[in-house]
């Protein structure tokens, strides 16, 4: 272990397959929820295509994602590719730049992904407020959100204190009681002859688009905030060091759940568009799928629907969760947060990681706008794509790394696709997201988005002002001097300060 981490650190534990794995980031698909309503705002039915092309960049990064997870098996996903990729082995220095970046990289994907529990804990408040209107009588929505949110998070937090194998059975579970409904769904519209092609033909594009800087900043935009919820399986292989055999798992499960996310975004989409219209969509933005459900299957089926989506919602916010604690982990485990972050259990969970990760979210969810929130996040899950290319990038052309087995190789020049859409991440769709967000909802949720990465920089420092203390205490007792019977301490520093 490099002497830049923290020592100590404890170790995930090597207890899954590619198809636990799989079931876990299975939450995945649901992030389109959010945003079904609001591609078409500006793009119409052109939002299909949006989705479509959003996955296929899925196909591209995560391909780079699968050589480095299979390169360093113990690292965690992007947070660990990227820490480990950018710091500087044994730094003599103060504070290394390098790693700054890599804890910056595994930062910012952190924030990308912790907030998704807060956005569908406010999600599953709007749901049971529509559902039971007793509870809409007793309760405001902001109430039924912060109520559903602290009991999912409690229960979430005892279900996988008992280990990632067991949260991965909760996966299977949530998987058929929710991925099921989500597929009929798609699919059902289609075979009754609900969907009407004229909606999606007829409205491809918007009548008012025009190809100048103010759309093509909101086309980047719309990139960046499709790619939150379309490259978002990339999370299966953040379990890198806890798969059986990674260079196996870890390419199987980014394919399987990369299909599944094909299939599903574009065929929900259409579904919405088709059955509804463009306009009915915008008029549904928070939740187009219950009047499909309704058109489709009646009263009784919408509340069916709800029930299944909300079982949905419990699924990802499990796999944020279980994704955003693992990120925390990595972080402490390179040194790059505070030591007692690193913390897990005797099962191998970070429990204090998933502590921390489960209040900030309740706090979050006193916004009590889900759109601001994921506009917030979208900043720094954008940022953490980005410069986790540009980490692969380094790392196949760093002498450093040359010599190390691949044992998944992405195709022949893969570097070059890398860096391209590192370019497009950073910084053409950061710009397009801080653009977007400042027309939708103002600069509120940019400014939390901002806030939040900055303040990454003093943790980081603090923490590295404790491991030159830590490291200093330690040289001092193992040095001579302590071994002579000298009655002078002064000469010996304490502190590198």
Partial sequence: MSENRMDGADHLKRSINWKQGMAIALGVPLLILPSLGYLPLYL????????GLSVLQGFIQNAAYAEMATTFPKASGLPGFAQHVFRTENYKGKYDK??????????????????IMAIFAILVGNYLHGLFPILGE??????????????????LFVVNWFGLKDGAIL???????????????????????HVDMANI?????PADWAWDVHHILMLFGIFGIAQWSACAWETAAIYGPEYKNPSKDVPKALLACGIICLVLYLLLQSAVIGVLGVDGVIAERVSPLIPVAHAVFGQAGTMVTIIMLIA???LIIQTAFLGSSRAMHSMSAEGNLPKALGQTNRRGTPWVAMLVIAVFNVVLI???NAAAILAASAIGYTLAHGISLFAYVKSMKDPVFAGLTRPFKAPKGWKNVALTFGLFNVPLCLIGVVYLNSLEIGWASTWVGFIVLALYLPIWLFTQ???RRQNNKAATISSPENDSDSDAPAMVSLSAD
């Fill in 312 to 314: 949905a919602m419990i």
């Fill in 44 to 51: 119409s039915a052109a939002a299909i295509l949006i989705w």
């Fill in 138 to 155: 007793t309760f405001t929505e902001y109430q039924l959100a912060l109520i559903s949110g602290v009991v999912m998070f409690a229960g």
């Fill in 171 to 193: 996966g299977y579970i949530l998987a058929a009681v929710s991925l099921i409904p989500l597929l009929i769904l798609a699919v059902a519209p289609f075979a009754t002859g």
């Fill in 465 to 467: 002002h404790e491991l």
């Fill in 98 to 115: 390098g790693k700054l970046i890599g804890g910056f990289t595994a930062w910012s994907y952190w924030f990308g992904w912790s907030p």
């Fill in 366 to 368: 006193s916004m009590g």
């Fill in 201 to 205: 033909t007829g409205n491809w594009w």
